[in-house]
């Protein structure tokens, strides 16, 4: 497509991209770098043999090795607003993005303007005007900024390079067919100079990204750090979170903490993807260096235990259950006592196995209160002592009668009937009563926490 607009249109538009100096001096400035481009010097060219565009006609296909940049030069010097606007244009029709994030017609057509007439000197490889150094570096702070998705901005940027070459290809239409093949052969050339600008503009929509990460983490943890410490006494401190999370104050929550992380900050971000994934709605940040989240029941089930488990196998994680909102501060305390108390890799789910966290957490309370209500097993041998336990073992992971305890340890009836009986002879506690089957209960579950901290 042909493009031909005069000086004065030109400086127009350049003049708004010098702020930095006084408008004498900027006009001369831009006066200068449109009458300072040159053509490219090739031997043997006259000083008419121009074809269509601006370009000569080339007298071997090896000089056609400048021709694309000897383009770039003409299209700078007449001016680009005619591929500018088209370019705003497509833009603004076929990516919705930039409507949604609220990008400006005239904004869109300022930045292009810079980043294709940076594309344009890079192409020429002429110096680039300091003014339009950072313009493609500036272009992806001011959309990530803007919240425009960086998929939408790079998608204008290949309309960018849609147009351009367009462009060239329209400006070179003159040329032998064999001279126009050369030239167009360069497209690499374009190509190399978009890609600059590509990475200038990802560049800086990370920078963007990053801050406005760290700006929302500090942020959360700030609104977490009220929560988890006044909630409790303060019900404006629970609405108030209750509002910014989306969370509802009602309902069946799962309270989790991962302890003994060396980048707990790694690890909140995969938890907060995997409930997200998984549609639940859910709060997770770090407080304490430990990862502390919240998630709220789907259907009246929390998250499945993969979700929530350390992969790393350094993190000690629990789980506790909460009714409602103002009960989740309390939870993910409990919580934090268990996974510190537990080893690496361990996974504790407090509302599953009630007794082994009671062992875990009070190990010294609990042992006291076995080595009293057990003291009388001590004048039972290792081996008999080992047939306890299996029927202890056996007794809570069924129904509880003789029948399926014998059928779990392929013991006869009437040896599980021994065993019961010599238990309730030397301790008083008979598992036909409840409060001595809570006891019972804590004894096999100290024992367990007991072999895998010493195994």
Known sequence: MGVAVGVPEVLKVLLLFTPHIGPHHRRTAVVNQITEIPPLAVHGAQSGDRSAGGLRQ????????????????????????????ASADLISGEEPSYGDAHVAHSDLARQTHRTLSLT????????????????????????????????????????????????????????????????????????EA?????????????????????????????????????????????ATFAAQTTLQIDGYYTAFVVTGLSDPRETAAVLRARLRDNH????????????????????????????????????????VPAMGLSSVPRALRVAREVATARQPGSFANVGEQPFEQLAALEPETVDAILDYRL??????????????????????????????????????????????DKLRELTGLNSRVPADLAVLALAVARRRTATVYNS
């Open 58 to 85: 080339m007298n071997a296909p090896a000089e056609a090795t400048n021709g694309i940049r000897q383009v770039a030069r003409d299209l700078l010097r007449r001016g680009i607003e005619d591929l500018v606007e």
């Open 375 to 420: 003291r009388g097993l001590s004048v039972l041998t290792t081996a008999e002592m080992a047939g306890i336990w299996e029927t202890l073992e056996a007794l809570f992971a069924g129904d509880g009668t003789v029948t399926d305890i014998a059928a779990r340890t392929y013991r006869h009836r009437n040896t599980i009937r021994g065993r019961i």
């Open 280 to 319: 639940f709605r859910s709060f997770v940040t770090v407080y304490k260096e430990d990862v502390h989240g919240l998630a709220r029941a789907r259907d009246g089930l929390g998250p499945r235990a993969e979700l929530l488990a350390d992969n790393s196998g350094e993190g000690s994680v629990a789980v």
């Open 194 to 238: 978009l890609e600059a600008n590509t990475a200038d503009v990802v560049k800086a929509y990370r920078v963007v990204e990053t801050r406005q990460a760290q700006r929302l983490d500090q942020r959360d943890r700030e609104l977490f750090k009220r929560f988890v410490t006044t909630a409790e006494r303060q019900p404006d401190t629970l």
């Open 120 to 191: 344009l000197y890079r192409l020429a490889d002429l110096k680039v005007p300091e003014e339009l150094s950072t313009a493609a570096y500036e272009t992806g702070l001011r959309r990530a900024e803007q919240g425009l998705p960086l998929a939408s901005l790079l998608h204008a940027f290949r309309i960018d390079l849609r147009l351009l070459w367009d462009t060239i290809t329209e400006e070179v239409r003159g040329l032998e067919d064999l001279e126009r093949l050369t030239v167009l052969e360069q497209h690499t050339l374009l190509w």
